[in-house]
């Protein structure tokens, strides 16, 4: 019991929409001890953290910190009893410095009014240099590497004198060797006694820097055990529910005609940054061509102006041999592109607008759906019916609020959308993040049917390794707005190869089979 | 019925009732006889058939500004000058109604054709100003309203005024212009049944029809409309174009229904009242009868109050302003749906752990 710095007890969670994010889950750490919250994406890792961090409150179950009763109802009491968080989505200010980042809302104070920021930066300095991490504490975090924001977070929470440190999913932004070092840090600061929570969903880290870890499914938790005990086999067993590793047996790809010609495409966003640079690829019929990268490479923007979001460019995008830039949204639509944007609230759905309202945005002014002015009511119903059976959504009926679904759903209802619009071409944008197993592997399941069985031209954006190495026939990778690298055998390529291009460690000026010309 | 709507019409309820009750404890606080005040606030308007029918008068010009407005804020286009509309309604309706003679059957309703029409071509001028200039409509069309009141009454001064008349007002409206009565001892006119006509259309228009379409996922979430095809610009202009012509049309319908001549020196405020009507009904026309009936039935009770009691009229608009507070918030009731939701989802779980 005493050895318990933290223990949380039956915790309950459902959200507003009515989600069991967390079902009568236990979950205990010992001090000093890298304990990792192992789980798929959506299995509630991160809830459960978020109560325990104040963010969210718990229905039923109690909180203990060092055998004692708490209630934690804000960040504020959290912080309070050293519990400190590194967010997945870093909580820091762009504009404003590493020190200024540090101290904010805890700042020194000179004559008890103004912010005192020499302090501030020496004690920025102190804890930086006490902790081992190499940092200049006067650089603006908009200028410094994801990997670095990290660092600050992580100082962020140590000045404010956190002994339990929780990390969600710190790696999801980080190249390979950014992973290395973060791991580094972490054992340091193990070994200064501090404890740490470390949520993932990537097994191999998890057996390199863990001491024990809990695995968490579809809202509850399967036990927790000894990592060294635990084989890789074991973890990813109890983590999906089976025992097989994903792995799709698609035929070779028939590259037909090409539908999709962009060259030499530049953009500058609107505060002056080159986002894109001089990126060129072909995309034909019947093949899947995947680009990978670290987020926040130029893949959203190469995404919005291939759908016609962004019309500011330089160089040509011909689709089906028009250029993208003459053409609106609607038209490119009606050339048959479809889209998964990245972002399902945003772009992809009405939230409060029910499943059937959902599923025809795109097609409502088809004769299939409607005449002239008005909407043809049973054929949409009979339609929406169709739509939910045939790609399992599960809900009630298709009245039921796209709100009301989870993630996954939500993402089923946008794919089964831009999928029934019998589509040429298919650009995804992140078609799985963030939702669970069953889907993901549903929807990948799709892409290559729709690219081997109705002979699409599937564009696939992606930050999921996993995802780009199972589905592509070709591959490019995104670097800082350019293709840093290209693969056209793509089964014989590592992660670690990979890695090198996405960190921008190497560049391959030929890019080779990445246009066919 | 699923559980959200259900929530909503609980949630409505209860707005209603805890507004009522706090102006109850405001008149007891006030009152010499704050029961008399209360039953006569409450019973008044069905004591006598022509005070009902005061309700039923009242009821119309807000079915009309109340759809306008509803049409306008399901496409999230906040145009405030369904107002101004309704007033610029008027003046065109007393214009065509004192120059254009014709055959009774059909003057008035070309009079408030025109009404509609330039009721459209005001509230567009906030759209176009919006799609041109990316100005914001609500501050666009606020100002407008004023400019809408000041065309008015100049048209009024210098061109309708009757200087024989002992204030200012227009020349006698004809009586080929007027509307029918059509229920005898109250004043209620076929205006009635033109709003429930347009209540119907307007909801067809709004939920079964592919303007409407449009118009309804543009306004819960305009970057997933312009992501799918759907063209923002057309939505913007169409939903504001309809708004403002049913808002028009109501400023003619109520000029020529009630009045004997155009006198309107001052904004009615019917535009204002709309946007409580709209959000009582959360914007679906098939509520906004019910909606403008009530709100006109508090109105007409209040009166009748002040009238027989020590109790001013204006106790209605803290009446009014409490229940649009507590329906526009948000917080107001969402741990009870909260529980009523993780009662559900507890339920469920239970019933699994049985299986």
């Known amino acids: 019991m005493s050895e318990m710095i933290l223990e949380m007890k039956n915790i309950l969670k459902i959200y507003p929409n009515g989600i069991v994010a967390n079902e009568h889950v236990n979950f205990s750490v010992k001090k000093g001890e890298i304990h990792a919250l192992l789980g798929e994406n959506g299995a509630g890792k991160s809830t459960l953290m978020k109560v325990l961090f104040g963010i969210e409150r718990q229905e039923e179950g109690e909180i203990y910190h060092k055998g004692e009763k708490i209630e934690i109802n804000s960040p504020h009491e959290a912080i309070a009893r050293n519990i400190g968080m590194v967010h997945q989505h870093f909580m820091l200010v762009p504009s404003l410095t590493v020190a200024e980042n ?148 698609k035929e070779k790809s028939q590259p037909k005609e090409t539908v999709l010609k962009v060259r030499n495409l530049c953009h500058i966003n609107a505060v002056g940054t080159k986002k894109l640079n001089k990126v060129s690829f072909d ?158 592997e549903f929807i990948r399941k799709k892409l290559i049917e729709l690219s081997r069985e109705e002979n699409c031209a599937v564009l696939l954006i992606s930050a999921d390794l996993n995802e780009v190495f199972e589905l592509s026939d070709r591959l490019a990778v995104m670097y800082k707005g350019e293709f840093s690298g290209s693969f056209t055998d793509v089964k014989n390529v590592t992660e670690e190869e990979l890695g090198k291009y996405m960190l921008g460690v190497e560049k391959d000026e030929e890019l080779e089979g990445i246009t066919y010309e | 019925m699923n559980r959200d709507t259900k929530f909503n019409v609980i949630r409505t309820t209860i707005s209603i009732l805890i507004a009522l009750g706090i102006s109850f404890v405001i008149i007891f606080l006030i009152s010499e006889e704050p029961l008399e005040a209360i039953k006569q606030m409450i019973t008044g308007p069905i004591s006598r058939k022509r005070l009902f029918g005061n309700v039923i008068e009242l009821t119309i010009p807000l079915i009309f500004t109340g759809l306008g407005v509803s049409i306008m804020f399901s496409a999230m286009q906040i145009n405030l000058a369904s107002e101004g509309a309704f007033h610029i309604g008027g003046v065109v309706a007393a214009v065509v109604a004192l120059n254009l003679p014709m055959p009774g059957f059909i003057h008035p309703y070309v009079a408030i054709l025109f009404a509609g029409l330039v009721g459209a071509l005001f509230t567009f001028i906030p759209a176009i100003l919006k799609i041109k200039t990316t100005a914001n409509e609500i501050v666009s069309s606020l100002m407008l309203n004023y400019i809408a009141l000041f065309f008015a009454n100049y048209i009024l001064n210098y061109y309708l005024r ?194």
């Open chain 2, 162 to 355: 009757d200087p024989g008349a002992g204030s200012v007002a227009s020349f006698p409206l004809p009586a080929s212009s007027k509307l029918t009565s059509i229920i005898s001892g109250t004043n209620i006119h076929i205006g009635l049944i033109i709003a429930l006509l347009f209540t119907a259309g307007a909801y067809i228009f709004l939920y079964k029809s592919k303007m409407g379409y449009m118009i309804r996922v543009a306004g819960q979430n305009e970057d997933f409309a312009r992501f799918s095809g759907i063209d923002i610009l057309k939505v913007i202009l169409i939903s504001q174009i309809i708004g403002g012509f049913i808002a028009g049309m109501g400023g003619g319908i109520q000029l020529l229904g009630l009045y004997r001549r155009f006198t309107w020196t001052a904004l009615l405020g019917y535009g204002w009242d709309a946007i409580i009507v709209a959000t009582l009904s959360k914007n679906n026309p098939l509520y906004v009868p019910i909606s403008a009936f009530f709100l006109a039935y508090i109105r007409i009770g209040a009166d009748i109050m002040s009238r027989s009691t020590d109790v001013t009229p204006e106790i209605v608009s803290i009446t009014q302003g409490t229940i649009i507070i507590l329906i526009v918030a948000k917080q107001f009731l969402a741990k009870y749906k909260h529980k009523m939701v993780a009662k559900e989802a507890k339920s469920n779980i239970d019933a699994e752990g049985v299986e």
């Open chain 1, 102 to 249: 540090i101290i904010l809302g805890v700042e020194p104070k000179k004559n008890k009014i103004f912010t005192d920021m020499d302090e501030a930066v020496r004690i920025s300095k102190d804890i930086a240099q006490q902790y081992n991490f190499d940092i200049d504490v006067t650089a603006k975090i908009e200028d410094i590497p994801v990997g670095t924001k990290q660092q600050v977070e992580i100082l962020k929470a140590l000045y404010r004198g956190a002994d339990i440190l929780i990390l969600d999913e710190p790696t999801a932004v980080l190249t390979p060797q950014e992973t290395k070092e973060l791991f580094e840090q972490l054992r340091k600061l193990k070994d200064k006694g501090h404890t740490i929570i470390f949520i993932s969903h990537k097994l191999d880290e998890i057996k390199a820097i863990c001491d024990r870890l809990t695995i968490m499914r579809n809202g509850k938790s399967k036990g927790t055990y000894e990592t060294k005990d635990t084989s890789t086999e074991e973890m990813s067993r109890l983590m999906v529910g089976r025992d097989v590793f994903l792995t799709f047996d």
């Open chain 1, 283 to 440: 995309l034909k019929t019947g093949e899947i061509l995947g680009i990978a990268g670290v987020e926040g490479n130029g893949q959203s923007e190469l995404f919005s102006v291939l759908t016609g979001l962004i019309d500011s460019y330089s160089g040509s995008v011909k689709i089906l041999d028009k250029e993208a830039k003459e053409m609106k949204i609607k038209d490119i639509r009606d050339l048959g592109v479809s889209y998964i944007p990245e972002d399902r609230m945003i772009y992809g759905c009405a939230e409060d607008m029910d499943i059937l309202h959902n599923l025809i945005s795109d097609k409502f002014d088809k004769e299939e759906f409607s005449s002239k002015y008005m909407l043809k009511k049973k054929d949409i119903e009979k339609y929406a019916s169709k739509m939910i059976e045939d790609y399992n959504i599960k809900a009630g009926s298709y009245k039921q609020n796209v709100s009301m679904l989870s993630g996954g759903n939500i993402q089923k209802v946008v794919v089964a959308r831009e999928f029934s619009a019998k589509p040429t071409i298919i650009l995804a944008n992140q078609p799985t993040r963030g939702i669970d197993v069953g889907a993901a």
